[in-house]
């Protein structure tokens, strides 16, 4: 049983920067990939992007590449997702979640899952 806990959501301004951390309990392994996703009112869930068991490979969606960077520290079983330039759009309930393989986009190849924490940017 692997427990992950969502932190560091809040509300910013269009422009803005935040960071979320994810820190894993209970039977952790560090050479699990894992991603980070989120949720929009009525939407489905998006896949934002992932690293490797390492921490030494990332990939990202489209939508946020070159404004966010996911960053891993296997010492403190934590990754952590630096997002900058933020948007409106990407306002959502953000998700972090565990994967056996790298790189996984599809949620439903992931194992674990967090309970999310809510970004909120206004224009």
């Known amino acids: 049983q692997v427990q992950l806990v969502e932190s560091g959501g809040g509300l910013v301004r269009a422009g803005g920067s935040l960071t979320l951390s994810c820190v894993a309990s209970?039977?952790?392994?560090?050479?699990?990939?894992m991603g980070w996703f989120r949720q929009a009112p009525s939407k489905e869930r998006e896949f934002v992007g992932a690293?490797?068991?390492?921490?030494?490979?990332?990939y990202y969606a489209d939508s946020v590449k070159g404004r966010f960077t996911i960053v891993r520290d296997n010492a403190k079983d934590t990754i952590y997702l630096q997002m900058n330039s933020l948007q409106p759009e990407d306002t959502a309930v953000y998700y972090c979640a565990t994967s056996t393989t790298f790189p996984i986009t599809a949620a439903n190849r992931y194992d674990y899952w967090g309970q999310g924490t809510q970004v909120t940017v206004s224009s």
């Open positions: 690293i490797s068991g390492s921490g030494k490979v990332t």
């Open positions: 209970g039977r952790t392994r560090s050479n699990y990939a």
